[in-house]
T-cell receptor, first 110, second 114 residues
Framework: TQLLEQSPQFLSIQEGENLTVYCNSS?????LQWYRQEPGEGPVLLVT?????EVKKLKRLTFQFGDARKDSSLHITAAQPGDTGLYLC??????????FGAGTRLTVKP | DAGITQSPRHKVTETGTPVTLRCHQT?????MYWYRQDPGHGLRLIHY???????DKGEVSDGYSVSRSKTEDFLLTLESATSSQTSVYFC?????????????FGPGTRLLVL
């Protein structure tokens, strides 16, 4: 059973479209991280959210942590082919435990 | 980019053969981790280390052992490889425990057990 559920699993859109991917859990996390992974490489951290209700923006990417700290979303505005990749969320609980979702594989077509 | 290298990058082996994967860091980070990544499962922690000779099990530790004799090196050993251990293995490092700060990942090792 996946502790963190990400949806959708796959997403294919045209350049310029907006999209949102979701990360949901029944557990409360002390923090939640979003990573992006390109083929043949390891994941790279995009952002960490810590406070319930927190919103962080990174250029065209907007990250939100749910009020109850059980879910998060990543919104991309005007997607570009360079946004193509696997987006992973990871929730931290206790002092040294963290669980990853299975990821959303995004393809942005030119 | 964080200085993390993994070797080998690709390996094909046969069932029952011992396999050792190496992770090397130049960042002097205290924590090192081994994950495996499989479709539909995301990244799952195998073992981690919080200092030289200090290691602990993760979610999927059965069939794996680790050693850390130096700060910069963390070895993952499959004592007798099985087909279920076919996966992509990632090493990661951090200065503090997971979730407390950024983890930096290596480029991965693709292992195929025939």
């Amino acid at each position: 059973t996946q502790l963190l559920e990400q949806s959708p699993q796959f997403l294919s859109i045209q350049e310029g479209e907006n999209l949102t991917v979701y990360c949901n859990s029944s557990s409360v996390f002390s923090s939640l991280q979003w990573y992006r992974q390109e083929p043949g490489e390891g994941p790279v951290l995009l952002v960490t959210v810590v406070t319930g209700g927190e919103v962080k923006k990174l250029k065209r990417l907007t990250f939100q942590f749910g009020d109850a700290r059980k879910d998060s979303s990543l919104h991309i505005t005007a997607a570009q082919p360079g946004d193509t990749g696997l987006y992973l969320c990871a929730g931290a609980y206790n002092n040294n435990d963290m669980r990853f979702g299975a990821g959303t594989r995004l393809t942005v077509k030119p | 980019d964080a200085g993390i290298t993994q070797s080998p990058r690709h390996k094909v082996t046969e069932t029952g053969t011992p396999v050792t994967l190496r992770c090397h860091q130049t960042e002097n980070h205290r924590y090192m981790y081994w994950y495996r990544q499989d479709p539909g499962h995301g990244l799952r922690l195998i073992h981690y280390s919080y200092g030289v000779k200090d290691t602990d099990k993760g979610e999927v530790s059965d069939g794996y052992s680790v050693s850390r004799s130096k700060t910069e090196d963390f070895l993952l050993t499959l004592e007798s490889a099985t087909s279920s251990q076919t996966s992509v293995y990632f090493c990661a490092i951090s200065g503090r425990g997971r979730g407390q700060e950024t983890q930096y990942f290596g480029p991965g090792t693709r292992l195929l057990v025939l």
